[in-house]
């Protein structure tokens, strides 16, 4: 079965024109919620970017967009550039090599990531996991992790750093990176239902019935293991519970209204596409799905695991993106990995045009939610944390400037622009990883 | 002969010191220990550490760490004036690991100031590696943090299991690595992301695997009904036949059999004839039936019908229209037919035979309603297999609640079962391999496996799946206890067809083929390595494998063997005539230079190149840490690059490219061994052809270590490694150890690689010696056990 996208995407548009309360929102949710949701979202790409095609020459607003942010034209206004932030607890402060491990545990923690290949890793709780344990249970979804790699298959990732680092930015706690979903079908399956999970009623909940029961049954087993176990195993425990906690949670208030979602007209994906900028496409509009349904309220993406080597055969590109970064000052190297950094500015453009034709009562998608785009390391050969590619999108029912470049003093930490984002979505947080209060400067 | 260690510290900045650098010296101790004059050789070591200390080490640390380290008030509390307390050093690995990392590495000491030699700074590191590694206690066999099963042990735990081979694990999130390997406990981490997978997973296998026969309602949905050009939607959802026509309903049972069919359906009758239905199974007319009924007062009929096949269309028609616009009683002038419901309702009968893994499961069948012998017993012997151990006391009756849960919504006993297999699939007890903490005196002691943990760590170290039947019976008798009954099971084991797990799961990662999925050479040059070939690189890799480890073939064949195996596809690869087809055989390749053995395999060679050209850092790199386990520190930032322009390429060769980039000191030292390393293996290409000429240069595969001793081409290189078995050895138990026992191997581990090593050698340096040992050690049959907290 192959599902053409357009079909798909068609289907999208015209079955989902009803405003998310009214199709989707779990009525509990519906008597509480006076006004559109602010949204958070944290798309990730690796390797660094081409600074000098990245940076806007002018600041404030009316700046000039320069190679890599040309994608972003057609929603000029609707986004600012940030420049000068930067995570100093990604570079080395003596704990060696491994900067791209470091760059993608540290993004939303900006806590120093422990080196170590195997044993007790550990980061830190990431802004994406505390807005979600702040409103997580007002929605079906605490949050959704989306991703286009899976983690390498063996060997090192980074200079002695687990593999777990440079796959994961969003950390549940210090020690439990949150696992992603890189299969579009897969997405589509747990936001909506199985296509071929049809019953009655009746039928529906015995289910929820026996799957409560099913809960209860593990979650006691889970509660004896951990009275008997010690050490490292009782936080192996601990996630277990938490996690099962999470998913009882969902089921017990959303899983019979989301049964009714027959979702007429929209068909699932049939899989992942080859194609990066389809696969990074087709799981944006999952992502655009899940917000505009109101189904979660936290997103985070990485467009490709950070190190990632991948081959840019759709632009012709046969280096490694990670060789690639490594330029060297090389000009040929440097146009190459500026082909890229276009390529993943593209894709991020379709989403964020995609969130700004979705109407809500109080503007578009895209003004009710704070998307940031950007990455971990700012020049790929140098494997410098500070000066930060940064893009900040949407948000301006939340008061986020936009149409301007923004430049921050040197080494600002970007944590400080966590915590003006979880204090816009009324998340109560005075500090993240090396945060020094809200961002001077932002509004 | 403390100082005959030193030629392999300082190749590794990684953390957590692996122990193949500790190669060969403290292997020394522990030949000459015997537990007689064991406390007196531990004050001979550490007097020799003593004196080495005040002679060689003291001099360099006051040189290079004390101008800012020394005292209480040292720059991140660390006091190196501190470091000739060897108890001290003793007492806090963990720090001194990291000092060991931040001086080979060369973060400290910091620009600014005075700069140790690589020499000096392997001499210090040594030092202090081997002050930690006089610690290994060959009775401490480490912490092991519990194991969630991840995805290739999941997938070959259902198969044998429950019998199902359909790779249900194939959309859970990927397993990080740690340490090189997918079954580091630590690594393993569980998110709410995986419970649903596994809820998913767990819905779907049971109920694959436990067919319900159930009778069960299909009513057919109009809306997806295929309507004709007579017939039409009325307004109360029903279907109005206007004219002759035949509509298709689509029908999707669960399994074939005997269903009756219903259908409700109402006329307006007119002319001399009642009106007809027609239904059709497909194309069949199976039944036509007078409809009495009017639309204030429909009829309701039924039939049986046979289904094969699950999904079909029913045809739903009228027979015999009329139409009589004179007639002058209106109601009689036209006749039409009017559908209102279809329901299939079945099945009273199955045709299909349950599915093995159903009646293997269900094995018996309550004699009533109320009965719980039978739904205990199967309930007992799916836990014992489950669990991987037989059920603790309660732990049935909990899951009876179940059973009797579903049983009181009045559902059958298979759904019953069913619903338990289900609980069974995300419990804690399945989805990780508990080993318990009990109630240790001390943190940190150790105790025995029990027969049935022991048996889990086996299975799942050689079959990466649960014990068999025989495994679990060798665990209830305690034979398996025994060395000669741990023995006899290993040996049986390693015959089964299942070893090849080890060869995909752990030979594979080790040699980092695994990649091979990542990997994409550049189409254009080589057009030939579609995916199919890829696979088959890897295949050939484990087969070897597997067959070194089946056959007990010594251990050096790995980079000795004078044959591989071959399928059409890679023999056209490698210039061999005469074997094609999708199978593997073996194949003497004595006469091909450069094959036989891991060096000369293409999967080896292509994860090691980039898509566009070899990479002789990349291979060099790969020798020394696969397979001699002395990985060269990682490149600093900020570096040269080897100039890859097209320019670049067509006016130098690869070794006059790297040849400018190694002119830099900084590079040299580094670069030296790697590159020699590499380009030995330069007559392959980058999808591992033999060749002589790159592009229009003729290849030169000569390089010099920097021992001085030169290599000329893979031959060579096949001499290096076998001169320095014992450190090829060295790395390959270590890596044994650490993906058998799932965690990272320490200083502190290396007397158990040293042991291993010994006795290996000893008897005689086979596969299956090496596999008995690590399974034999105290790594692998005991547990550190850590104190529960109290609560």
């Known amino acids: 079965m192959n599902i053409d996208r357009r079909t798909f995407l068609r289907g999208v548009g015209t079955a989902i024109a009803l405003p998310y309360l009214e199709i989707m929102a779990p009525r509990a949710a519906i008597a509480q919620a006076a006004k559109t949701p602010i949204r958070t979202a944290y798309l990730f790409v690796p390797n660094g970017m081409n600074m000098g095609a990245w940076t806007p020459a002018e600041t404030g607003a009316g700046f000039g967009l320069t190679e890599i942010l040309q994608p972003f034209e057609p929603i000029k206004g609707k986004f600012s550039v940030l420049t000068g932030l930067a995570q100093m607890k990604a570079f080395a402060n003596g704990d060696g090599p491994g900067d791209h491990a470091r760059s993608a545990a540290t993004w939303l923690t900006g806590v120093q990531a422990k080196k170590t290949a195997g044993s007790d890793i550990q980061a830190g709780i990431s802004a994406d996991q505390l807005a979600a344990r702040e409103f997580g249970d007002q929605t079906k979804f605490a949050s959704l992790e989306l991703g286009c790699e899976r983690g390498t298959l063996a060997g090192n990732c980074d200079s002695g750093y687990s593999c777990a680092y440079s796959s994961s930015i969003s950390w549940r706690s210090e020690n439990t990176p949150v696992a992603k979903d890189i299969n579009p079908r897969s997405v589509f399956e747990r936001l909506f239902g199985s296509v071929d999970a049809v019953g009655n009623a009746e039928s529906k909940a015995k289910r929820q019935a026996y799957d409560l029961s099913i809960l209860d049954f593990v979650t006691e087993d889970a509660a004896n293991l951990r009275n008997r176990l010690g050490g490292r195993d009782l936080q192996k425990m601990d996630e277990y519970f938490n996690a099962v906690r999470e998913i009882e949670e969902r089921l017990k208030k959303f899983e019979l209204e989301s049964k009714e979602l027959a979702l007429q007209g929209i068909e699932a994906p049939s899989g992942i596409p080859r194609d990066r900028g389809e696969h990074i496409r087709l799981m944006g509009d999952m992502m655009v799905l899940a917000l505009q349904s109101d189904l979660t309220r936290v997103c985070t993406f990485m467009l490709a695991n950070e190190g990632s080597n991948r081959p840019y055969r759709e632009i012709n590109l046969a280096d490694g993106h990670h060789d690639i970064s490594h330029h060297g000052k090389d000009p040929a190297k440097l146009q190459h990995k500026k082909e890229i950094d276009i390529y993943h500015a593209q894709q991020v453009a379709y989403i964020l045009q995609k969130m700004d034709s979705i109407q809500e009562e109080n503007g578009t998608l895209l003004d009710n939610t704070m998307l940031l785009f950007g990455g971990g390391i700012s020049d790929g050969d140098r494997h410098n944390h500070d000066n930060l590619p940064l893009l900040l999108a949407g948000g301006r029912s939340a008061g986020i400037p936009q149409g301007q470049h923004l430049v921050f003093p040197d080494r600002t930490p970007m944590t400080n622009l966590f915590l003006t984002m979880l204090d816009k979505i009324g998340a109560d947080v005075d500090k993240l990883g090396d945060s020094t209060g809200q961002l001077v400067g932002l509004f | 002969m403390l100082n005959g260690s030193a030629r392999k510290l300082g190749a590794n900045a990684m953390v957590g010191l692996p122990l193949s650098i500790l190669a060969g010296m403290v292997g020394i101790f522990s030949v000459l220990a015997s537990p007689v004059d064991q406390p007196s050789q531990d004050a001979q070591t550490r007097k020799g550490l003593e004196v080495e200390f005040k002679k060689s080490i003291k001099p360099l640390v006051d040189q290079f760490c004390l101008p800012c380290h020394n005292g209480p008030d040292s720059p991140k509390g660390v006091d190196l004036s501190q470091l000739s307390n060897i108890d001290g050093i003793i007492k806090d690995p963990a720090r001194y690991e990291k000092v060991i990392s931040i001086v080979r590495s060369q973060v400290m000491p910091p620009p600014s100031m005075d700069q140790p030699s690589k020499d000096q700074r392997e001499e210090i590191v040594g030092w202090i590696q081997r002050v930690l590694a006089s610690q290994c206690d060959l009775n401490n066999p480490g912490k092991v943090t519990i ?348 015959a089964n067809p299942k070893s090849l797990a080890l060869a995909e799961n752990f030979a594979l990662q080790w040699l980092q083929v695994q990649r091979i999925s990542e990997v994409s050479p550049d189409p254009t040059l080589f057009p030939r390595a579609d995916k199919e070939l890829l696979q088959s690189m890897a295949t050939e890799t484990s087969t070897f494998f597997n067959y070194i480890v089946r056959e007990n073939r010594p251990i050096m064949e790995l980079i000795t063997a004078d044959y591989t195996f071959l399928n059409g596809r890679l023999a056209a690869l490698y210039g061999v005539k005469n074997v094609s087809g999708d199978y593997f055989e073996k194949v003497q390749v004595s006469n091909l230079p450069g094959r036989g053995g891991l060096l000369g395999m293409a999967s080896i060679l292509t994860v090691t190149s980039n898509p566009n050209r070899t990479s002789p850092v990349k291979r060099g790199k790969w020798v020394m840490e696969a397979i001699l386990g002395t990985p060269p520190p990682p490149q600093p930032p900020n570096v040269g690059v080897l100039l890859d322009s097209k320019e670049a390429i067509t006016t130098k060769n690869i070794r006059e490219r790297m040849d400018l980039h190694r002119a830099d000191p900084a590079c040299f030292s580094c670069h030296k061994p790697l590159d020699a390393l590499g380009f030995s293996m330069e007559n392959f290409d980058a999808i591992g052809r033999w060749r002589t000429m790159d592009g229009t240069f003729p290849v030169d595969a000569s390089g010099e270590m920097p021992s001085g001793r030169k290599l000329d081409g893979v031959a060579d290189l096949e001499k290096l490694i076998v001169d320095r078995k014992d450190d090829f050895l060295q790395a390959l138990i270590e890596k044994m150890l650490t993906y058998a026992t799932g965690r990272a191997m320490t200083a502190a581990d290396q007397c158990h690689v040293d042991a291993i090593m010994e006795t290996v050698e000893k008897k005689g340096g086979t596969m299956q010696d090496l596999i008995l040992e690590v399974v034999k050690s105290d790594v692998f049959t005991k547990k550190g056990v850590s104190k529960v907290p109290v609560k």
């Not at chain 2, 009329?322 to 559908?339: G, I, S």
């Not at chain 2, 009990?438 to 940190?444: E, F, I, V």
């Open chain 2, 147 to 494: 194991r969630r099963l991840n995805r290739a042990e999941y997938n070959n735990t259902i198969r044998d299991l429950v019998g199902l081979d359909y790779n249900p694990a194939k959309d859970f999130p990927s397993d990080d690595i740690g340490n090189g390997f997918d079954n580091i406990g630590d690594v393993l981490s569980i998110s709410p992301l995986h419970l649903e997978k596994y809820m998913a997973a767990a819905r779907e296998i049971s109920e694959r695997a436990i067919r319900v026969d159930e009778v069960k309602t299909y009513r057919a949905a109009f809306d997806t009904a295929k309507l004709g050009e007579n017939s039409r939607r009325g307004s109360d959802n029903e279907i109005v036949f206007f004219s002759n026509d035949i509509i298709k309903l689509p029908v999707d049972v669960e399994s074939d059999g005997q269903y009756m069919v219903k259908v409700v359906a109402g006329a307006d009758q007119a002319g001399p004839e009642i009106a007809k239905l027609i239904v059709l199974n497909g194309q069949h007319a199976i039944q036509i039936i007078e409809i009495n009924g009017t639309r204030a007062k429909p009829t309701e009929v039924k039939f049986p019908i046979e289904i094969k096949g699950r999904s079909f269309d029913l045809g739903v028609g009228f027979m015999n229209d009329f139409y009589d616009p004179k007639n002058p009683d209106p109601n009689k002038r036209d006749r039409n037919l009017f559908v209102y419901a279809v329901e299939v309702i079945g099945p009273t009968s199955s045709s299909e035979p349950l599915p093995k893994s159903h009646t293997e499961i269900i094995f018996t069948h309550p004699s009533s309603a109320t009965d719980l012998d039978a739904p205990r017993a199967v309930l007992t012997r799916l836990i014992s297999r489950a669990y991987r151990r037989p059920p603790d006391i309660g732990e049935v009756d909990r899951l009876l609640e179940i059973y009797k849960l579903v049983r009181s919504k009045g559902d059958s006993y298979e759904r019953a079962i069913q619903v338990c297999l289900q609980a069974v699939l995300v419990n804690p007890h399945f989805l990780f391999r508990v080993e318990l903490d009990n109630t240790p005196k001390n943190d940190g002691e150790a105790r025995p496996l029990d027969a049935y943990e022991l048996a889990s760590r086996l299975s799942y170290f050689l079959w990466s799946s649960m014990p068999d039947d025989k495994l679990f019976e060798a665990a209830r008798q305690g034979t398996i206890l025994t060395p000669e009954g741990l023995e006899a099971e290993v040996k049986r084991m390693l």
